[in-house]
């Protein structure tokens, strides 16, 4: 053993290497292995060289995506970011105060301070840990991420701080792909460092960030931000949230559908105790806590419903809800604001906003709305709106598994309610479709709504969204988020306001109404009659439906829709490219408010201005936020065009004929307009306008039905509101433009007039409208005037037997098919009804004929004529039945178009 040990371990003094001889007898094997190791080595080296360039261009080119990927990321804004809670002022356009908004009325945002400490560290550590020490994004998060995507050769894992989850949430998308990832961690840090700076520390910020998560996380049932689900879970404010229930929350967000504590109890506790042993270990709370809080039953003190009251008082008007949408809408889209951001601000941000309300006529219009003598009397049924949200729950995607629905009907009693919903439900729910939210809205009311307009500069300066008090604050709008059919109010946007702005027609121009067929559609007018040849002006004044579609089929389809859209109708689908279109027969419909916007372009001359709720925003400091000066304003129409609709639709108020918003008319005041009603009287429509403003009325139900004995109630209301509105206002004309001239038409035909147009036997004679000058369409002289010999004691055509004595000559106005266009249906006293198809055969030796005069008659279908005289520019039919309905009407079978 010693020897062995000896040799292993050599004397002092000894060479250190005991086995020299050894290595001497290996050397010639080792020089020459190091040879072979020599000669390859450079090779290896050229390897190594080339890996490293490679690597450089990868790592280079990698490089050069990332540069273009941030070139091409916009920064987010954290301009006047105000996490301190102060009262923003309303001023009307007097720059009179009269509203407030305060912070906490704003449900859809609370402040940190109002978030229960428990509900914001179990989201810090479930979520982010490191949260308050990073600076945007997480290094060791990242790292640890990495190790497990490559071991599972996926992205699953992504360590995402807060901060990367809010820009995600709320600017990126949640696709897995390099290009989002590197966004959003640029973001991140970019955000966290602005916001430091802003705000005045990391902390601040930090806090901030936080904030903004929790109130903008997605928490199943569509539920957004802790205090909503706190409310829809536990039916409290997030601010008393237990730990326990805190816990519950945050797990949520993992993944919605599958941790609702509602639907997936068992789930959502798993996730439960893991928040609650994370903060356990991260020393937020103590073992006592952690095992109370284990304890608790969350799960049977659940709520999971939305309670509102109906009774509660709104705290503001429905203009300034209107206006607060736009004020948020544009912090959005010109200042960068997220949604949530930008109702804090509002809410929150000590803002002044100069609003363009007209304090007094917003207050006459409330009266007029809770006045229940100005509307007509319930039909004694209740309309039901039940909406209802299913969740898939075999559908684990939290952006595609919830469908919304909405059923309405109507029902004479509330057990019929009860019995409603319940069908909802069985059609709707099953095993693995449950519901998520619900709510049952009933009304007895006939509805309405109004809006009125500066025409001039597009201020917007009343509004009302409902009859009656209004009900709480955020409820339906019926003048701005109400689509409804328009009726015969389309008829000058669709049809008559392109036609003359493209000078296909004038006011004067003739076109003859008579029955037609568009593919299977034989439309009709409202009162089933057909006037023969009629003007422009005569279809407006009576709503004439032939006349309208005539209209638009001449203008064309695709140019009625370019100038629908230019009129500001944002809810016109490709459908809406039809002839229905001009009798208002839309797939949407439109809103109250673009409706005015609409008429209130040609009330200014042709130009469109959009609608504006507010002039000016300042921020808590003073400094201008939003300057709304420049709106959206564009020419729609020519003046001159402009013009001649409103000198035509003052018709409508003034005229003769049916003048079918007679009832709109202000004592001492120019009004034009145009009326509307839809089939069987389900919608009541009216746009009128003075040389100072323009208002727009809706009425009917929220369920679309007939409603019983409306009449004119909807131009009683418009009037009595405009009415007070224009109290001390001078009356004026609408101003005449230059480019205008008289043009003299034959009424038969609408061509240039001849000596013989004046000598019509039935009175067809000729007129005289205003055109524009430059108009080319009644360049032909009239041909359908001719003279023809009459015998007058058969009323035929003269023959040869008929004496000299029996014959007289007159004037008629003939088609190419042998059709009288000027006889009436009712043939006038002291005339003949002449029939020029047939000629007498009378033997003129014996007795006179049986002729008797004032014999109705068929006539091709005619049902009567215009019977104006020579230079009126109001021409009207004063022989037939005026004792009409206010406005037109068609038959469901009449309005399709194939």
Known sequence: MSETHQRRRPPEGAPRSSSSSRSTRSNPRKKKRRKRKGGSSGFFKVLLAIAVIVGFAVVGAGLGTVFGILNGTDMLNTEDVTPESYTSIIYDAKGDEFDKLHGDENREYVKLAQIAPYMQEAVIAIEDERFYDHNGIDMRGIMRATIQNIRHLSLSQGASTLTQQLIKNEVLTNEKTFVRKVKEQYLAVSFEKSLAKQLGSKKAAKDYILELYLNTIGLSHGLNGVEAAAQYYYGKNASELTLAESAVIAGITKNPSQYAPDTKPEKSKERQTTILKKMLDLSYITQGEYDQAVAEDVFSTLVCSKTEDDTKKANHNYFVEAMIAQVANDLVEKKGYKKAQAYDLIYSGGLQIYSTMDAAMQNTMEVAFTDDSLFPASDGTLDVTYLISVMDTTNPDTKSNQSHYERKTTVTSEDQVDAFVESVKKELLDDTHVKVLDKVTTSRSLQAAMVIMDQHNGQVKALVGGRGQKPGDSVFNRATQALRQQGSAMKPLASYAPAIDMGLLMPGSVIIDEPVTYGSWSPRNWNGRFLGPCTVRQGIRDSMNILAIKTFMMVGAESSFKYMESFGLSTLVDADKAATTALGGLTQGISVLEGTAAYAAIANGGIYNEPQYYTVVYDHDGNVLLDNSKIDTHRVIKETTAYMLTDMMKDVITGGGSATGHRAAISGMTVAGKTGTTNDTKDLTFYGYTPYYTAGIWMGYDTSKVIANGGSAHLNIWRT??????????????????????????????????????????????????????????????????????????????????????????????????????????????????????????????????????????????????????????????????????????????FGIN
Not at 748 to 763: E, K, M, N, P
Not at 832 to 856: G, V
């Open 721 to 894: 509101v405009m009415s007070q509105v224009h109290q001390g206002l001078s009356n004026k004309d609408f101003t005449k433009p230059s480019g205008l001239v008289n043009q003299s038409y034959c009424s038969a035909c609408g061509g240039i007039a001849t000596d013989l147009c004046g000598q019509d036997y039935y009175g067809l004679t000729a007129h005289t409208d205003i055109a524009a000058a430059d108009f080319k369409g009644a360049g032909e002289v009239c041909t359908v005037h001719k003279v023809f010999s009459i015998c007058k004691e058969s009323g035929k055509l003269a023959s040869d037997n008929c004496p000299a004595s029996s014959r007289m000559d007159v004037v008629l106005a003939v088609d190419e098919k042998g059709n009288i266009l000027s006889k009436p249906s009712k043939i006038p006293e002291g005339k003949m009804d002449i029939n020029i198809k047939e000629t007498c055969d009378y033997d003129h030796t014996n007795s006179p004929p049986p002729f008797e005069d004032n014999l109705p008659i068929d006539n091709g279908g005619w049902g009567g004529n215009n019977g104006n005289s020579p230079g009126t520019n109001t021409p009207g039919d004063t022989n037939y039945d005026d004792g009409i309905p206010d406005e037109n009407t068609w038959q469901n079978n009449n």
